[in-house]
């Protein structure tokens, strides 16, 4: 049995955990934790991580990133794992969860479903290979999704410059007359509807083309992996740990 703490409880992200939880005999929600209270649990709620007692195997974030400095505090207080599911981190909020790591298991992933994660290590693999390709990735989601491109697509494309070091991303071309340049990364987001999440990596080249694709059909997805990602990191040393680390132990 996992058990865990979930930040964020009361937005979509922690609601789907939660339900997941129900459904489960491999994980106990012991607390929550979320800004917005007043919805009834079978488990305390608080806004304030440190009101919470009992010791959990890991923390479960999904609230905002400007929660990372209070969680990581707690955790290293109470050797905690704490898993950091969100995105938009300031440059002084990763150096924060970078010193947590240095005395406590941390985990962080902009994307934590498995399928985009492999998705990843694929992409990466086709760009070693498939040399000459052009590489263009297409982002879709929902209207209300506030950043552009989002941050999974940033990841295929960083995964993508780790074996492609000249790699230079390219997010609009209206303003110049150019022909392509061999070592641009495309980068394009369409929003609309509902979309829950789509990414598209093309590799084009002279002859052919060959196209990976991951679609996100649920939310649930992510929260699965959250779980996967718990189950993971229980009792694990300090250090930082991503999706990659979950993946080694699956293929």
């Known amino acids: 049995m996992v ?10 992200m922690g609601r789907a955990i939660e339900e997941m939880c129900k459904a489960s005999d491999k994980y106990t929600i012991i607390g929550g934790v979320d800004v917005t209270l007043g919805i009834p649990h079978e488990f305390p ?3 304030d991580i440190n009101e919470l ?5 890991a923390i479960i974030d999904f609230s905002h990133h400007s929660a990372s400095k209070a969680l990581c ?62 590489i263009e990735i297409i982002e879709q989601h929902h209207n209300q999704k506030l950043d552009a491109p989002s941050g999974t697509a940033l990841m295929i494309a960083d995964g993508i410059k780790s074996v ?5 991303y390219v997010y609009d071309r209206t303003q110049v007359r150019q022909k392509r340049a061999q070592n641009e990364v495309g980068i394009h987001s369409v929003r609309g509807g509902s979309i829950v999440g789509e990414h598209e990596v093309l590799f084009a080249g002279r ?6 694709r991951h679609s996100a059909l649920s939310r649930e997805v992510f929260a699965d992996g959250a779980l996967k990602a718990a189950e993971y990191i229980k009792g ?15 293929i």
Not at 3 to 12: A, D, F, L, Q, T
Not at 53 to 57: N, Q, T
């Open 53 to 57: 007692s009992g010791k959990a195997d």
């Open 236 to 250: 694990k040393k300090a250090g930082m740990y991503n999706m990659g680390n979950v993946l080694e132990g699956l």
């Open 164 to 168: 492609r070091e000249k790699s230079e």
């Open 45 to 47: 709620t608080v806004s």
């Open 207 to 212: 002859n052919e083309n060959i196209t990976l």
């Open 73 to 134: 505090d707690y955790a290293v207080k109470t050797v905690t794992p704490v898993i950091f599911c969100t995105t938009g981190y300031t440059e002084d909020e990763l150096a924060i969860i970078k010193e947590a790591s240095e005395k406590v298991a941390v985990f962080r992933s902009g994307n934590m479903s498995l399928g985009i994660n492999l998705l990843i290590e694929l992409s990466k693999k086709a760009a070693e290979i498939l040399e000459g390709f052009d």
């Open 3 to 12: 058990n865990i703490i979930v930040s964020g409880i009361n937005g979509r």
